[in-house]
C-alpha cells in the first residue's frame, strides 16, 4: 500500500517537472522571440534616424533615454566593447563591463572582466594603457 502512495507521489512529481520544464522552455522561445524583435525595431529606428536630414526628428530624448538600456542588445562582443569605448573614450575593464550591462549586453562567462580582456586584447582599435591599466579607444 506504501508502494503504491509512493509511486504514484513519484509520477505525480515526475509530471509536475516535465510541466514545468515545457513551461520554461515556452518561456525561453517567448523571451527570445521578443529581444530578438527589440532589437530589430531598435536598429531599423537608428538607421532612418541617421539617413535623416534631422536625426532629432525621428528620436528626440524621450526616446532616446528609452534606446539606451537597450543599446548592446544582440551586438557581439567586439561590438558592445567597441561602442562602449568610443562613448567612454578611456574605460578600465570594469566600468566597461558596467557600460555594457548597462545598455543590455549579455555576457556569457562568469566572469565578464576576463572575458572582456580577451576579446579587447588583439583589436587594432584599443590599446591599454600600462601605467593606468585602462583601455583607450583609438580612432579607425
Same mark, same amino acid.
Given at each position: 500500500?506504501?508502494?503504491?502512495?509512493?509511486?504514484?507521489?513519484?509520477?505525480?512529481?515526475?509530471?509536475?517537472?516535465?510541466?514545468?520544464?515545457?513551461?520554461?522552455?515556452?518561456?525561453?522561445?517567448? %523571451?527570445? %522571440?521578443?529581444?530578438?524583435?527589440?532589437?530589430?525595431?531598435?536598429?531599423?529606428?537608428? !538607421?532612418?534616424? !541617421?539617413?535623416?536630414?534631422?536625426?532629432?526628428?525621428? !528620436?528626440?530624448?524621450?526616446?532616446?533615454?528609452?534606446?539606451?538600456?537597450?543599446? /548592446?542588445?544582440?551586438?557581439?562582443?567586439?561590438?558592445?566593447?567597441?561602442?562602449?569605448?568610443?562613448?567612454?573614450?578611456?574605460?578600465?575593464?570594469?566600468?566597461?563591463?558596467?557600460?555594457?550591462?548597462?545598455?543590455? %549586453?549579455?555576457?556569457?562567462?562568469?566572469?565578464?572582466?576576463?572575458?572582456?580582456?580577451?576579446?579587447?586584447?588583439?583589436?587594432?582599435?584599443?590599446?591599454?594603457?600600462?601605467?593606468?591599466?585602462?583601455?583607450? /579607444? !583609438?580612432?579607425?
Amino acid at each position: 500500500m506504501n508502494e503504491n502512495r509512493l509511486a504514484n507521489e513519484f509520477l505525480e512529481a515526475k509530471k509536475e517537472w516535465e510541466d514545468a520544464a515545457f513551461q520554461l522552455h515556452r518561456a525561453k522561445a517567448i %523571451y527570445d %522571440y521578443a529581444e530578438k524583435r527589440l532589437w530589430l525595431a531598435r536598429d531599423q529606428l537608428l !538607421i532612418t534616424a !541617421i539617413r535623416a536630414a534631422e536625426p532629432q526628428s525621428v !528620436i528626440d530624448v524621450g526616446l532616446a533615454a528609452e534606446i539606451r538600456p537597450v543599446a /548592446y542588445l544582440g551586438k557581439t562582443l567586439r561590438q558592445a566593447a567597441q561602442s562602449a569605448l568610443s562613448e567612454l573614450r578611456s574605460a578600465s575593464a570594469e566600468r566597461l563591463v558596467d557600460h555594457m550591462m548597462e545598455r543590455g %549586453y549579455q555576457f556569457s562567462g562568469e566572469v565578464p572582466v576576463r572575458v572582456l580582456h580577451g576579446a579587447l586584447v588583439k583589436q587594432p582599435w584599443v590599446r591599454r594603457n600600462g601605467n593606468s591599466g585602462e583601455w583607450e /579607444y !583609438i580612432p579607425q
